[in-house]
């Protein structure tokens, strides 16, 4: 693989780990962006078992592309070891079962050069079916946030509180503001086949909270691959349980653990079951509250063993 650009002006990071069926495409859509200064592509395998290091290679012809290799498992160590292996001052991070727009990497770099308090921008994010399938009637609105769907409205946001936060499948940062408060927290996001989040919106709490800004730029879409394997309730079930586990330890870094937890992990429980009762004839808002419901029971079990190990 190529050697790095002496000075590019942003990196294009996807962090990957067996996904070689979609890589190809999401490496295909960096190298084709409208883009014109310095930029380069870096590909963080994350210890992947399937052909990734044979798509990159075939490849590699393209001087702007680099393949990095980290063996230790996990999303936020990935995303570390680009920022590492690159000088770039704006790093933006694409999912290896995305596509970015032809402008995505344009749009993201002129936001920074325009606001020199912008530490954090993502765009709007559509989502990919696969063949012959279709949204199952029970997946509401913001559920499919859970697959990546992000969309605000056509004009940029700026982002005023953590539950807004650009999805991390179509997201950028400042490296000057990563380098501040020491990289992404490696006990968040995904590690292996768990499903543990929130690391971007720790991001943004951090951001905010040291006076930066974050902005939602409709302009740098990118559209995401729904994999056939999601489209079940289990695993919408599942992806509650670790939410619920990701938000109890975001409280906890932010130095709101303990018996608060507990009342408000079961006033949402109850919450939760309640309105899936309220909506029993309407399939979607049914399950949309029974998945936030058992992600409850996921913080609530967190907050007892932060509470325990605390003693």
């Known amino acids: 693989m ?3 650009l002496p000075h590019p002006q942003i990196a294009a990071i996807i962090c990957t780990h067996n996904r070689a069926s979609y890589l190809g495409a999401a490496i295909d859509s960096l190298l084709e962006q409208e883009f014109a200064g310095e930029f380069e592509v870096i590909v963080v395998d994350n210890a992947s078992t399937d052909d990734t290091k044979q798509v990159v290679a075939d490849r590699s012809g393209d001087p702007r592309l680099r393949y990095v290799y980290e063996p230790i498992t996990g999303l936020s160590v990935a995303r570390n070891t680009g920022a590492k292996h690159t000088q770039a001052p704006i790093l933006a991070y694409l999912d290896d079962d995305a596509v970015a727009s032809p402008q995505w990497l344009s749009v993201l770099y002129a936001a ?5 308090k912008l530490a954090i921008a993502g765009g709007r994010v559509t989502l990919l079916w696969p063949e012959g399938c279709q949204p199952p009637r029970w997946l509401s609105t913001g559920l499919a946030s ?6 605000l409205g056509r004009s940029p946001v700026l982002i005023d509180r953590p539950g807004l936060t650009p999805r991390g499948l179509n997201y950028s940062i400042r490296r000057s503001f990563l380098e501040q408060v020491g990289g992404f927290d490696v006990n968040l996001g995904r590690v292996g086949k768990s499903l543990l989040s929130n690391e971007e919106l720790h991001m943004t709490e951090l951001a905010l909270e040291r006076g930066w800004q974050v902005t939602y730029l409709p302009d740098a879409h990118v559209a995401h691959h729904v994999a056939p394997e999601r489209l079940n309730q289990v695993w919408f079930l599942n992806r509650g349980w670790w939410q619920g586990i990701s938000e109890c330890y975001r409280e906890q870094l932010a130095g709101r653990a303990g018996l608060g937890q507990l009342t408000r992990g079961s006033e949402r429980l109850l919450r939760g079951l309640y309105r899936s009762l309220k909506y029993l004839n309407d399939p979607a808002a049914r399950f949309d509250n029974l998945a936030y419901a058992y992600g409850q029971i996921g913080y609530l079990k967190a907050a007892v063993a932060g509470m325990l190990k605390a003693k």
Not at 112 to 116: D, G, K, Q, R, S
Not at 146 to 151: F, H, P, R, T
């Open 112 to 116: 920074y050069i325009a606001n020199e």
């Open 2 to 4: 190529s050697d790095p």
């Open 146 to 151: 859970n697959l990546g769907a992000y969309d």
